[in-house]
């Protein structure tokens, strides 16, 4: 059997994803892997067949959507140019973690495609959402990737066809500690914002994952990090809590390993605001941006002994049996 695997390249958490499904999918026979997108800052470790520019989102220096860089790299030509050339006919199988190019090509040609990831889940009505929905981001969840099967991930199992979050093995079998420190994980938000806010919870570390910098040093009580799996596996498993955006797999990597997490959504984006919902009904605190006027909400964080409630790994076998069996 021939798959044709299409990663979204907006975030991490894809690409973490794929890393860990790459393997099982290549029992079922050839994997080609197409990257969508250039936001992420992982390496993909795995070979890529084909890539393309598609659609990336931009951010602000302080935890917003840039929307005038994003319209600006937007091109209908390119992006339809992209899909007619994408050869989607040539696999038994396709799967999209949430890729435009991937839909409008099987679209053009008339092939079916599986959506599989955590956006998927948003074609459950029960899967949460924040108290004011939004029309526009609605429309994205639904019309952005569309598929003719849906196979999605969430914190909890929502639906039949919803899958708890893909763990990596690191933290499968990891033995997690509290050695006291703080991991951060911000992408959306610049250095220049947060230093002043995190230099006054001294003397307590903390360890800031940053696309900024290229090599790890320390000032004070922060241990700045390049973003890289191998030290941030390192240190969340060995952190006391995680302070980070409203993504999906980080957060609930933080979950199944029963720590602190406190979440910070990227303002304008709307998934970001439905994953904070589906957060805050496990009493995982949220908040909507951490400034000068906003921190004693997180000093207090740092301050309580709540601990957020540990959740499930997904079964990747029992996931990819129930994905195989709506294409007989």
Not at 54 to 77: H, N, P, Q, V, W
Not at 101 to 129: D, E, L
């Given at each position: 059997m021939k798959i044709l695997y299409s990663v979204q390249a907006t975030g991490n958490g894809h690409i973490s994803r794929a890393h860990q499904l790459y393997p099982y999918l290549c029992a079922f026979g050839q994997v080609d892997i197409l990257l969508s997108g250039s936001n992420?800052?992982?390496?993909?470790?795995?070979?890529?067949?084909?890539?393309?520019?598609?659609?990336?989102?931009?951010?602000?220096?302080?935890?917003?959507?840039?929307?005038?860089?994003?319209?600006?790299?937007?091109?209908?030509?390119?992006?339809?140019?992209?899909?007619?050339?994408?050869?989607?006919?040539?696999?038994?199988?396709?799967?999209?973690?949430?890729?435009?190019?991937?839909?409008?090509?099987?679209?053009?040609?008339?092939?079916?495609?599986?959506?599989?990831?955590?956006?998927?889940?948003?074609?459950?009505?029960?899967?949460?959402?924040?108290e004011s929905k939004s029309i526009i981001g609605e429309a994205i969840l639904k019309y952005y990737a569309p598929a003719t099967h849906y196979v999605g991930l969430h914190v909890e199992r929502y639906e039949q066809f919803i899958f708890p979050a893909v763990i990596k093995d690191t933290f499968l079998q990891c033995k997690p500690s509290d050695q006291g420190h703080i991991t951060v994980y911000l992408p959306s938000y610049d250095k220049i914002c947060l230093e002043e806010i995190l230099r006054e919870v001294a003397p307590l570390d903390i360890h800031w994952f940053t696309k900024e910098i290229t090599e790890p040093y320390r000032e004070g009580n922060i241990h700045y990090f390049p973003v890289s799996q191998k030290y941030f596996n390192e240190s969340l498993i060995h952190c006391h809590g995680l302070l980070t955006g409203g993504g999906f797999e980080t957060p609930a990597e933080a979950l199944y390993l029963g720590k602190k997490l406190l979440t910070i959504p990227i303002k304008g984006q709307y998934e970001q605001a439905c994953n904070a919902a589906a957060l805050e009904k496990m009493g995982v605190l949220k908040m909507n941006e951490l400034n000068q006027n906003t921190k004693q909400t997180f000093f207090d964080w740092l301050k309580s002994s709540n601990k957020s409630p540990k959740i499930e790994a997904n079964d990747i076998n029992e996931t990819l049996e129930f994905l195989l069996n709506m294409t007989m």
């Open positions: 992420a800052t992982l390496q993909m470790d795995i070979p890529i067949k084909f890539r393309a520019q598609g659609m990336s989102l931009f951010y602000s220096e302080c935890g917003g959507l840039d929307y005038i860089k994003t319209f600006k790299a937007f091109s209908y030509r390119r992006i339809k140019r992209e899909a007619q050339d994408l050869p989607v006919r040539n696999y038994d199988l396709i799967i999209n973690d949430f890729d435009h190019i991937t839909a409008r090509a099987c679209k053009i040609h008339g092939v079916p495609s599986i959506q599989f990831g955590h956006q998927a889940s948003f074609m459950s009505n029960i899967t949460p959402r924040p």
